[in-house]
């Protein structure tokens, strides 16, 4: 089991940053692949970004890149996004999640264990 708990989120004006945080547990934190994802009102949850074990890969979704930063310290088993030059449609309740399965991954459906969720909201 794996427990999931996502900080960090609130309200920013168009342009801003903020910076989530995901802090996990309940297993070896630095063995598998950690991703965020989102889901806005009345949209299917997509994905964000992710990033490997050890760091060595990173994945955005074209939305993102060169806005958001995922990161991780397997030390503190906690997995980051920082999010710069926000747009209102970045609003979503933004969440983190790990896979099932040690390997990296991708897809939305492969990931098991998922945070409660932290709302960003990005006013205009």
């Known amino acids: 089991q794996v427990q999931l708990v996502e900080s960090g989120g609130g309200l920013v004006q168009t342009g801003g940053s903020l910076r989530l945080s995901c802090a996990a547990s309940?297993?070896?934190?630095?063995?598998?692949?950690m991703g965020w994802f989102r889901q806005a009102p009345g949209k299917e949850r997509e994905f964000v970004a992710a990033?490997?074990?050890?760091?060595?890969?990173?994945y955005y979704a074209d939305s993102v890149k060169g806005r958001f930063t995922i990161s991780r310290d397997n030390a503190k088993n906690t997995v980051y996004l920082q999010m710069n030059s926000l747009k209102p449609e970045d609003t979503a309740v933004y969440y983190c999640?790990?896979?099932?399965?040690?390997?990296?991954?991708?897809?939305?459906?492969?990931?098991?264990?998922w945070g409660q969720g932290t709302q960003v909201t990005v006013s205009s």
């Open positions: 309940g297993r070896t934190f630095s063995s598998y692949t």
């Open positions: 999640a790990a896979p099932f399965s040690y390997t990296w991954t991708i897809q939305i459906k492969e990931y098991e264990y």
């Open positions: 990033m490997s074990e050890t760091g060595r890969n990173t």
